[in-house]
């Protein structure tokens, strides 16, 4: 009962424990049926993935055949000689069997068409600032390319991508591109018939960050970029993946499991919104975590109510204590606390053979500025010079305290005398730079000297020998004209 006097919590958390205890196997038993639905998820989008990934590398395999087979016709001389009908069989006979084709055509080196599977030259057109053209004829080593979407100036600005391979005049010099139109309604229809739940995604984007098919589908996104975002730099550095984050089209936390294609510069993403996957088992959670902190509430709410019956007591008794450590006008630690922390940090330094630093600051001339402005005035400078030192002393294991009048006292533990000297310039400068004028002063406002010492105390002496050396170096700055920082190790 006295430990429970003392500590009036101990009785709250005892019995939130015991609240806990018995609701704990069923919340085990609530996050293991979570951790199933995430990994049933993340097992159904690999599969996803999968049969994209597949269904489009089978294509994309297809329409390459196609490609070739127009490439290997349009640099033999003999194609050329031949009739009309007779020329577009060869050259286009393997692209009629190429589903959700837009179009066949060879472009010749100025980017007109040089001929077309359905026979129309389209003589005003150039397609020379497309990318599939203008990256085959800059690299002879590329191969296979397959661009970003597009709006077809061939077939009514339908919205498409091209998948191009170079073919070479008789000199190996850049003749032009075989060029295949697939319509993005091949991506889209493969999309939709994946079902990743209400506010799921499944995309397909190209290994720059463009955007080539995706759902929900939404026009204004085919042909966006998603680079610059830390979802696709995820993507881009693996062949394949999983992650959860926020996606940047919509907002929505999603799973998003992804693969590249193999042989192209496709990755397939599959990502089911954690909401979505998460719905049935936050219904079956409720249920069940309701009716276990209803119970256990009850429990939990009269240990509180016992433990904040006996809250004034402690309170009471830990402001008595912190008044003991405290000096009233500053808020700093007083003369008892700074004694107490010297004597143990200098135990401290001793076994750690580290060095240790100690400050004395004293704001100067400080009865002419009582005597001219008033005490009142002088309280306020006080306060505001310790502010002023315990905000440049940041670490937790310093010690700033009122060494008494208008002498304040720092402790550094395991600081060297290069670290004290630049603590206390520091402390100068920002008390300096308060500007509260002092017409009493020779530097006409509040200004603080600043005594430094440094010992090892594994080499002998003691803290009080530390603080003497402070305070003797503090004697020598006032002596050299105060508003300085004298220190020595």
């Known amino acids: 009962m006295r430990s429970v ?20 196997m069923t919340f085990l038993t609530l996050y293991d049926g979570r951790a199933d639905a995430l990994d049933h998820a993340h097992q159904t989008a690999q599969n996803l993935v999968a049969i994209i990934s597949s269904d489009v590398a089978r294509n994309v395999e297809i329409y390459d055949l196609s490609l070739e087979s127009m490439v290997d016709g349009a640099q033999d001389p003999f194609t050329w000689r031949l009739t009309g009908r007779l020329r577009q069989a060869v050259l286009f006979d393997r692209a009629t069997t190429a589903a959700y084709l837009g179009g066949a055509y060879l472009v010749d080196a100025n980017g007109h068409v040089l001929a077309s599977q359905n026979g129309d030259l389209s003589a005003s057109v150039r397609l020379d600032d497309r990318d599939y053209f203008t990256i085959q004829q800059r690299n ?15 077939r009514g600005g339908n919205l498409s991508i091209g998948l191009t391979r170079r073919f070479n005049a008789p000199d190996g010099s850049f003749a032009g591109v075989a060029l295949l139109a697939i319509r993005i309604e091949y991506f889209q229809r493969l999309l939709d018939k994946i079902d990743t739940g ?24 085919i042909g966006t970029s998603i680079a610059r975002s830390d979802m696709f730099v995820r993507m881009a550095e693996h062949e394949q993946g999983e992650y959860v ?31 979505d996957v998460l719905a049935a088992w936050r219904r079956r959670s409720l249920i069940a975590g309701g009716l276990t902190l209803a119970l256990g509430g009850l429990f939990i709410v009269l240990s509180w109510l016992l433990a904040f019956t006996l809250q004034d007591k402690v309170r009471a008794q830990a402001e008595l204590v912190r008044l003991a450590a405290t000096d009233p006008l500053t808020g700093l630690s007083n003369r008892r606390v700074l004694d107490a922390r010297l004597d143990e940090e200098w135990r401290r330094a001793r076994r750690n053979g580290s060095p240790m630093s100690v400050l ?24 505001a010079v310790s502010e002023c030192i315990d905000s440049v002393v940041r670490r937790s294991v310093d010690l700033v305290a009122r060494y008494g009048g208008e002498e304040f006292a720092v402790v550094l533990p395991d600081t060297a005398e290069a670290g004290a000297s630049l603590v206390a310039e520091k402390i100068r400068k920002k008390v300096q730079g308060m500007q509260f004028d002092h017409g009493a002063s020779d530097h006409g406002t509040v200004t603080v ?41």
């Open 5 to 24: 006097g003392s500590h009036p919590f101990h009785a709250g958390i005892v019995g939130t424990l015991l609240a806990a205890a018995m609701a704990c």
């Open 140 to 154: 002879p080593a590329v191969g296979l390319f397959i661009s970003h979407p597009f709006h077809s100036r061939l």
């Open 198 to 221: 209400q506010r799921g995604s499944v995309f397909i984007v190209l290994d720059d960050g463009t955007l080539l098919a995706r759902k929900p589908f939404n026009e204004h996104d």
């Open 245 to 275: 984050a926020a996606s940047v089209v919509d907002g929505v936390r999603r799973m998003f499991t992804f693969a590249r294609v193999p042989g192209t510069s496709m990755i397939v993403v599959v990502a089911p919104a954690v909401k």
């Open 360 to 383: 004395f600051v004293d704001v100067d001339h400080f009865k002419r500025f009582n005597d001219t402005y008033g005490h009142a005035a002088g309280d306020e400078v006080l306060a």
């Open 449 to 489: 000297s600043v005594g430094c010492a440094t010992r090892l105390p594994s080499k002998g002496g003691s803290a009080l020998e530390l603080m003497a050396a402070a305070d003797q170096q503090l004697y020598e700055a006032k002596s050299a004209g105060r508003n300085q920082v004298k220190s020595a190790a």
